[in-house]
T-cell receptor, first 115, second 114 residues
Framework: GAVVSQHPSRVICKSGTSVKIECRSL??????MFWYRQFPKQSLMLMAT?????????EQGVEKDKFLINHASLTLSTLTVTSAHPEDSSFYIC???????????FGEGSRLTVL | AQSVSQHNHHVILSEAASLELGCNYS??????LFWYVQYPGQHLQLLLK??????LVKGIKGFEAEFIKSKFSFNLRKPSVQWSDTAEYFC????????????FGSGTRLSIRP
């Protein structure tokens, strides 16, 4: 199956700093990637849709200036949490849809802890 | 609006028991539906999917799901669960263009007693 890789898997940072999370499709090209946030014991919440070569589409209630998404190539999307605060601590997951198939392939997730 | 709901939040079963997890969707048109599983500490992965054709879909690890259009349901079943089935299960409902988002249900945590 298609492989999606996220890095880093865990990151701890101080409040006020920015953190970048990478999402790569290793063996296929992904024109569209998705970023989700998962709180403990809750479902995935779609944050934004990342489109290669264009601006991301953010879901209602997600601050675009807080969560910067860049999809510069067909195999890489990045999520930058700017000026992170403890309430941003969460598990962030990316996914990519393989062209011509409906299902998503997920990265392993990145756990962000903001002190 | 499109939505998907899972009413079972936490299901606890003994090994060899039969399983059925509910999933209902809200959409008036043609649907595609998925079940994803997240084992402890692992990625989300696809269990099975329904696109068209036979409404009874077979997936990995002995799971199956039946699409019942009249009930707007896509329940997940397994005749005999194992301890290794302990995981979080998500029903999902995608859009139809390459850029469409996927809507996830709230998830059902399945705990299997050895």
């Amino acid at each position: 199956g298609a492989v999606v890789s996220q890095h880093p898997s865990r990151v701890i940072c101080k409040s006020g700093t920015s953190v970048k999370i990478e999402c790569r499709s290793l063996d296929f090209q992904a024109t569209t990637m998705f970023w989700y946030r998962q709180f403990p014991k809750q479902s995935l919440m779609l944050m934004a849709t990342s489109n290669e070569g264009s601006k991301a589409t953010y879901e209602q209630g997600v601050e675009k200036d807080k969560f910067l998404i860049n999809h510069a190539s067909l195999t890489l999307s990045t999520l930058t949490v700017t000026s992170a605060h403890p309430e941003d601590s969460s598990f962030y997951i990316c996914s990519a849809r393989l062209a011509g198939r409906g299902e998503l392939f997920f990265g392993e997730g990145s756990r962000l802890t903001v002190l | 609006a499109q939505s998907v709901s899972q009413h079972n939040h936490h299901v606890i079963l003994s090994e060899a028991a039969s399983l059925e997890l509910g999933c209902n969707y809200s959409y008036g048109g043609t649907v595609n539906l998925f079940w994803y599983v997240q084992y402890p500490g692992q990625h989300l992965q696809l269990l099975l999917k329904y696109f068209s054709g036979d409404p009874l879909v077979k997936g990995i690890k002995g799971f199956e799901a039946e699409f019942i259009k009249s009930k707007f349901s896509f329940n997940l079943r397994k005749p005999s669960v194992q301890w290794s089935d302990t995981a979080e299960y998500f029903c999902a409902f995608p859009g139809y263009s390459s850029a469409s988002k996927i809507i996830f249900g709230s998830g059902t945590r399945l705990s299997i007693r050895p």
